[in-house]
């Protein structure tokens, strides 16, 4: 359970790296850039011993796999509340097939 949280925190960071700027498009690149490399650090900080701690518990792929799964649901969140985009019914089809990869990943 400490991976998965780690990699939900992890995510929240670099979401706000990587797309927290699109609303603010007023400022100059280098900034976005410079501030994203700030954001993106602590994503490392988490993500890094996430799948140290995880790994052996988890292989790299399921690890992945995990990390993908939880990216898609932390950016259908902040698509919704921060970018206040809608959420559509093609999107919730397409993350149900990527649950099913997901059920493929860990099959035994």
Known sequence: MRTIILLIFSNIFMTFAW????????LP????????????????????????????????????????AV???VFSVFSVFYLKEGFRWNYLAGFAMIVGAVFVIFKK
């Not at 988490?46 to 992945?64: C, I």
């Open 19 to 26: 797309y927290g700027h699109l609303k603010h498009r007023d």
């Open 29 to 68: 690149l280098w900034q976005v850039i410079l501030g994203s490399w700030g954001i993106a650090f602590f994503e490392y900080c988490l993500a890094v011993p996430a799948n140290r701690y995880g790994y052996g518990e988890f292989t790299g792929v399921q690890l992945k796999t995990i990390q993908e």
């Open 71 to 73: 990216t898609l649901v």
